[in-house]
Each structure stands twice: as structure tokens, then as C-alpha cells.
């Protein structure tokens, strides 16, 4: 084990939602996933030994407490358990992008603390390793611990996997930072919640496997129209099982549905950009690298310019040299 350690991981917005957990699981998801890696949205971490009696947490400068602290100190102690690392720790943390945004934090946060904590332990770990590790944390991080497109199947302790590298994805992300509300449901909550009081929760775990399918084929043979219309149909399906949630989970507010309408009246002038949203606000639309600057014009159409990011596939996780 060293004295520090340090990680880097970019955040991920999924083609196909993981949205709900096995029961009686280490958050095994409900549900398969696929995901596009993105830069910049990057967040670096570094790990470092202290001499107290608690760990320390540290995001974006500020000292954290509450849940967010919380949940870090378990993660570690899985670590700690595992036998792994050993002692009090001091984590660090920074995104290079607004949390407030609301923008896929958990994934690059604990895919970039596995990383650190990895060059830490000085552990022989696999990236599967990493990414089971990783999903401890937060399911989706699991994904960002590969850059690219990377697929999350279903499983008692599932890791992710990369079916394309960033290099060979053709496709980019512009995301719309929709004006709206902090939310007051995250998503662990809301799988929770839509598990128990989703009278759609079956269905939609049910139709997350086609579409699974149905994209990582898609993927494979590059075919951006059906990869995009499934990603868009599985977003709506997701949206449909929360708003079903009694008492519901709306996650959209009035700028979500401007955008998925616009996108919907461009499409059929002939620019190709299909929509997806998270539990959140923020609408991310996939397109071919060639379309993200016009994609981000129709954007700025309905926001201020610097709401509008335009995201090219990232790398794997990484531990900086
Ligand atoms: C809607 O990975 O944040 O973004 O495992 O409880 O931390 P936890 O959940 P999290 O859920 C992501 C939900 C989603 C869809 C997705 O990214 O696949």
C-alpha cells in the first residue's frame, strides 16, 4: 500500500437505463445497461493515508458531511473490509463540470475513487474488478470505468464491459442543461420507490432486456437510427414506470419536454438526434460526430449557449502517471 493514490474517470449518460436493483443483492441491477462515456465531463480524485481517528471528504473544495460524506466512508470500508487498504483516508475530489448541474456525478465520482484507491492499495485488480468494485458505489459507475461505449449485463455481481472504444464510436452527446429545481429524489431512492409502487415496474424491467439487445446489436453494426430510436423509446419507458411510481416520481420540468419536442420537429427536417434523460432534467441527444455543432445551434435556439455541452466519447478510467 502507498502513502496516496490518484484517479481519473469521465461521466457516462446511459443508451439504455439501468433503472431498478435486484433485492438481496450488492446493487446488482434490475435492469442491463449500455452507456457512452464522456468527455469533459471528468472528475480526479486523490487518496491520501491519515492519522485520525475518521476519514475525511473533500468535493470540489468544500468539506462534505451528511449523506453525500456518508456514502463514501461505506464505500471505503468495503475497501477497508476487503482487506484492501487499512486506516483512515483522505479523499478529494473534483469535477470539471457544475455538480450542480445535475449532471451524472456518481459515475465519474466513485469509477474515479475505485481508480484512486486502486493506485492506493496497489491491489493487482482487473478493470472488471474495477468495475465490480466501482458498482458497489454507484451502478452506473461501474460503466465509467471503461470509456467508449460499455455495456452492464445482468447478474449476481455484474461488471461492465467495453464493446467499443472511443476511438470507433461515431457518435457524440450534446447535452441541454434544462433550467429546473434541485431534484429531491435520487436515483437509489426512486429504483426503490419504482420497485415497490411501479405497477409498470415489470414491464419496463421486461422491455429493458429487448432494448438491451436491441442497441448492443445496433452498436456492434454501427446502425445510429436504430440505436437512437431504441435509446429514445427506452428513456420514455423508464420516464413512464416513474411517473406511474405512486406517489409519483417526475423528474422532467417544462424545459425537458421543449427540448424533446424541438428534437422531435428537427428530426423530421432531416437533422438525425435522438433524446434521452436521466432522473433528471437535462436532456442529452446522440448524434453522428458530423451533426453536433448543428445539433448544438438548434440547442442554443432554445438556451443560453454555455447550457448546451457537446460531448465526445472518453477514455477508459484511468490512474494518471
Ligand atoms: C437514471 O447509478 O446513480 O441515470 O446505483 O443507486 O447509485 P445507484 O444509482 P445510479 O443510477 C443511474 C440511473 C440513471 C440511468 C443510468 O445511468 O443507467
Known amino acids: 500500500m502507498k502513502e496516496s493514490g490518484r484517479g481519473q474517470a469521465c461521466a457516462n449518460i446511459a443508451l439504455t437505463k439501468y433503472w431498478g436493483k435486484r433485492p438481496g443483492t450488492a446493487n446488482a441491477p434490475a435492469t442491463p445497461s449500455i452507456s457512452l462515456t464522456l468527455d469533459p465531463l471528468r472528475t480526479e480524485t486523490t487518496v491520501q493515508m491519515i492519522d485520525t481517528a475518521d476519514d475525511q471528504v473533500v468535493l470540489n473544495g468544500v468539506e462534505a458531511t451528511g449523506r453525500p460524506k456518508e456514502r463514501i466512508v461505506w464505500f471505503l470500508d468495503i475497501w477497508r473490509d476487503k482487506g484492501l487498504i487499512s486506516g483512515s483516508v483522505f479523499v478529494s475530489s473534483f469535477n470539471s463540470f457544475p455538480t450542480a448541474a445535475g449532471l451524472a456525478s456518481s459515475a465519474s465520482g466513485f469509477a474515479a475513487l475505485t481508480m484512486a484507491l486502486a493506485d492506493l492499495a496497489q491491489a493487482d485488480l482487473s478493470r472488471r474488478e474495477l468495475s465490480r468494485l466501482a458498482r458497489l458505489g454507484s451502478g452506473s459507475a461501474a460503466r465509467s470505468i471503461f470509456g467508449g461505449i460499455a455495456a452492464m449485463p445482468l447478474g449476481d455481481n ?11 464510436t461515431p457518435w457524440t452527446m450534446v447535452i441541454a442543461v434544462v433550467d429546473a429545481p434541485e431534484k429531491t429524489v435520487g436515483s437509489t431512492e ?8 411501479s405497477p409498470y415496474y415489470r414491464a419496463w424491467t421486461a422491455l429493458a432486456k429487448k432494448d438491451y439487445a436491441t442497441v448492443l446489436h445496433g452498436v456492434m453494426h454501427r446502425d445510429f437510427t436504430r440505436v437512437g430510436e431504441t435509446m429514445e423509446a427506452n428513456m420514455y419507458a423508464m420516464h413512464g414506470c416513474m411517473l406511474a411510481t405512486r406517489p409519483s416520481l417526475p423528474y422532467w420540468s417544462p424545459g425537458t419536454l421543449e427540448v424533446l419536442q424541438e428534437a422531435k420537429v428537427q428530426r423530421s427536417k432531416g437533422l438525425e438526434a435522438y433524446a434521452t434523460v436521466d432522473a433528471g432534467a437535462h436532456v442529452a441527444l446522440l448524434c453522428r460526430h458530423d451533426d453536433a455543432d448543428a445539433v448544438a445551434d438548434m440547442l442554443s435556439l432554445l438556451m443560453d449557449r454555455e447550457r448546451v455541452m457537446i460531448c465526445r466519447p472518453a477514455g477508459h478510467a484511468e490512474i494518471p502517471a
Open 190 to 197: 426512486g429504483m426503490e420507490r419504482s420497485r415497490t409502487a
Open 158 to 168: 455484474p461488471a461492465a464491459r467495453c464493446v467499443l472504444e472511443a476511438e470507433a
